[in-house]
């Protein structure tokens, strides 16, 4: 299939967007989909074969995976070589794909555009710890687990909480080991700074609680809604 598909209101080679889409998640995709629809720009982002983040715009997550596929026309590109460590979608592609086609149905059947709506009351696709829930809802966290203390994320078996739990794993080892030779004991919380992300790490007794934080928020800022959201009333 040649890299550059043009116009996806009917079909080029026989493929439309969602035709695009979909085999990226048969094939468990990895990279982004860049699509342009006059001087609109939208990119779909996918790890492992299902989609983790979309930009439009102003919009991010499910609502501009909605806004691109209402387009009715454009160009898209696959691009295997960029990736996103942000996670905004927690939803299942075929259920986005087909939340984004009754969307459509229902603007044409009602001739107006219904807007944005609420998100859709279904089972997320990322089944998660209700601490891990409660803290991607902090502005600037773009994912978190809770891990075992050898490493196994507990009730969240997607790509990024594998990932995000090898990190955490290997900075409260780090800690400890350091914590040992200076002889302050374990750590009970650490930190590292890259240009990508933050990544947080609070130990908690019988588990570690891992957490990936966009580099251009105020680590300390951040740290504090953390607190706030797992000790409630203090």
Known sequence: MADNLNGFQ????GLSLTDVIQLKSHNKYTGCITVIYG?????????????????QGNETGEEAIYQIIKWPGGNFNIHPEMTSNTCSIHYRTDFLLLEALRRLDEERANGADSGGGNAPSVTPRRTMSKVAARLQEINGVTYAVLLDKNGTPLQDTSVEATSLSAKGLFLARIGNQLGELIGLGDAKAAAVHTSDFHLLMYDSRQHYLSIAVKPEFNLESVEGEIKSALMPGK
Do not use: T
């Open 10 to 13: 009917g079909a080029v080679a």
């Open 39 to 55: 001087n609109s720009e939208g990119i779909i982002y996918f790890a492992d074969g299902e989609i983790i983040h979309a930009v």
